[in-house]
C-alpha cells in the first residue's frame, strides 16, 4: 500500500523533535482521524534554518511530515509557503488516495508555523484583527 519512501521516512523519520528556541509553532490536527502534528521553527533572516516535528498520527503523517520538514528547510519563508501537499506526497512517490488528507495537515502545519513566526515579528498578514 505505501511506496519505498514512505516507508522509509515512516521508519527513519527526519527532524523529528521540537526545536527549544524555534520563533515558529504550528500545531493541526484532522478532527476525523484525530491526529496531530507540531511544527517547530527556526527562522533567521527570512529562511528556516532548521524544521523538526512531533506527529502523534498514522504512517503516513509521520512520512509526510518528515519529508515536509526535509523540503523546508533552507528555504525562504515564501519557497516554504509554496510547497503544496501534493509537492509532499511526490516526493514520498505518492499516497493511497485515502491517505492524502495526512499529506495536508503537513502543509497546515508548514503554514501555522509561518502565521506564528509572522505574528511574533508583528507582520501585518498574521494580524488577523
Ligand atoms: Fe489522519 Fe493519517 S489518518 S493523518
Known amino acids: 500500500m505505501y ?8 521508519m527513519n523519520p527526519r527532524n523529528m523533535g521540537e526545536i527549544p528556541d524555534a520563533n515558529g509553532v504550528g500545531e493541526v490536527g484532522n478532527p476525523t482521524c484525530g ?8 527562522i533567521e ?19 509526510s511530515s518528515s519529508m515536509a520538514t ?11 509557503l509554496a510547497v503544496t501537499n501534493r509537492a509532499v506526497a511526490e516526493a514520498l512517490e505518492g499516497l ?13 502545519g ?8 509572522r505574528a511574533r515579528q508583528g507582520a501585518p498578514e498574521a494580524s488577523g484583527g
Not at 3 to 10: I, R
Not at 96 to 108: M, N, R, T, W, Y
Not at 110 to 117: C, F, R, T, V
Open 70 to 80: 526535509e523540503l523546508i528547510r533552507g528555504k525562504t519563508l515564501d519557497e516554504a
Open 45 to 63: 533572516d527570512d529562511r528556516i534554518v532548521d524544521a523538526k516535528f512531533k506527529t502523534f498520527g498514522c504512517a503516513a503523517a509521520i512520512a
Open 110 to 117: 508548514i503554514h501555522k508555523a509561518i502565521d506564528d513566526y
Open 35 to 42: 491526529d496531530i502534528m507540531r511544527i517547530t521553527l527556526r
Open 3 to 10: 511506496s519505498e519512501q514512505v516507508m522509509d521516512h515512516f
Open 96 to 108: 493511497p488516495p485515502q491517505k492524502l488528507h495526512c499529506s495536508v495537515l503537513a502543509e497546515e
